[in-house]
């Protein structure tokens, strides 16, 4: 008995398969081949040699483009084999060669609405653009239609396919063509190390810490705001302003301000050199009960470069209803590395050499052409 259900289940499987294949094959799609007989049914009479049925629309996609993700609204055409016909006595390659070109009138119509879609910003602004390519593309064949006599002017039909076939080349396109807009926004988390040298070092050690940041781009220039943030002790005890006493603990905490310019790009890499200003503030841990009132400070110059690495980009066209912006954004690791003094007082001051790692992520408009 388990047998015979097996059985049932494995024939009941297949047959279900075979249908669900066969009920997709209603459908076909300009990229699938030239047309032939086998996509019409021989049921149409009268004086008409027969009709071609399609339907013209668009579907979201998510598609991987070398290392760009792109989302956007994909143009479809495609004949309904179950309802397109034709007249028995018309079923020659005259006619055959009618209809081609009327599927290849809607193939260049298809990229038409193609390119007006990754145009669109709004869901309106794409209705619109569906319905005027709908009406263009009926329209043309109306008239290729009515030259042709409906496939019986074969001299007809050969001037449509040559000029058919130029608008399909001349529009043969996979991704639209994009630039970014010259701002863009970038974000930075990861953590850091940082080797103190001088009396500073002498006394002062810091582990790893977290670094944060916010960069601002204007075309190949950033100006950077970083933080850093990690907790050690006090190897020795310093008793110059401020009295420090070995191992007591303390916080030191980076903020700075950089300009950078972009040195190097490839399509995996960024190098940028960037200078600019960093604060050093060294602060007791403090608690409820004792709140911390121990703080040094100190304002210097900075210098360093950091090197991206780009491991995903994205590309976004679906038009949305609140702003309508395409974006274009890349995450990746970031490496960073710089030198910075810190002047606390003249007999607690060195330079400080800090090295991270992290994820970053860069957003930007982008217009399409």
Same mark, same amino acid.
């Given at each position: ?6 059985? *049932? ?14 009920? +997709? ?32 629309? *668009? ?61 669109? @910003? ?7 653009? #569906? ?9 043309? !064949?109306?008239?290729? @239609? ?8 074969? +001299? ?31 974000? !930075? ?27 601002? *781009? ?15 002790? *006090? ?41 600019? #200003? ?47 912006? @395409? ?8 490496? @960073? ?25 860069? #957003? ?6």
């Amino acid at each position: 008995m388990q047998l015979f259900n097996r059985l *049932f289940s494995g024939v009941f499987l297949v047959t279900f398969i075979i249908s669900f294949s066969n009920s +997709q094959d209603y459908r076909k799609f300009w990229h699938d081949g030239k047309l032939e007989w086998t996509d019409f049914q021989p049921t149409l009479a009268g004086e008409n040699a027969s009709e071609l049925r399609y339907t013209m629309g *668009f579907n979201p996609e998510r598609k991987v483009l070398g290392d760009t993700i792109v989302r956007r609204l994909v143009a479809y055409v495609f004949i309904n084999r179950m309802v397109s016909s034709v007249n028995p006595q018309y079923r020659n390659s005259q006619h055959l060669r009618y209809n081609q070109v009327v599927f290849d009138i809607l193939e260049s119509y298809r990229r038409k609405l193609q390119n007006e879609l990754d145009r669109a @910003r709004t869901p309106a602004e794409v209705n619109d653009a #569906l319905q005027m390519i709908h009406q263009a593309a009926e329209s043309e !064949i109306l008239r290729f @239609r009515n030259e042709s006599r409906g496939g019986h002017n074969l +001299q007809a039909t050969e001037m449509w396919e040559s000029v058919v076939a130029l608008q399909i080349e001349n529009s043969n396109f996979d991704a639209p063509a994009i630039t970014k807009t010259n701002f863009s926004l970038g974000t !930075i988390l990861g953590a850091g190390k940082s080797f103190l040298a001088g009396s500073l070092g002498n006394h002062f050690s810091v582990p790893l810490s977290m670094v944060f940041g916010f960069e601002f *781009f204007w075309k190949k220039t950033s100006f950077m705001i970083n933080g850093g943030m990690g907790t050690s002790c *006090f190897k020795e005890t310093y008793t110059g302003k401020t009295l420090w006493t070995k191992g007591e603990k303390a916080t030191l905490t980076t903020f700075s301000f950089s300009l950078g310019h972009e040195l190097f790009s490839s399509p995996k890499w960024r190098i940028t050199p960037f200078a600019g #200003l960093e604060l050093h503030e060294i602060s007791e841990l403090g608690d409820k009960d004792n709140p911390a009132d121990k703080r040094m400070t100190s304002w210097r110059y900075n210098a360093g470069v950091y090197a991206d690495y780009r491991f995903w980009k994205f590309l976004f066209l679906q038009p949305n209803s609140f702003y309508g912006r @395409r974006e274009f954004s890349e995450m990746g690791i970031r490496t @960073r590395f710089y030198v910075s003094q810190a002047d606390f007082y003249p007999d607690l001051k060195g330079f400080a050499s800090h090295f991270s790692i992290g994820f970053y992520m860069i #957003l930007s408009g982008v217009k399409v052409r």
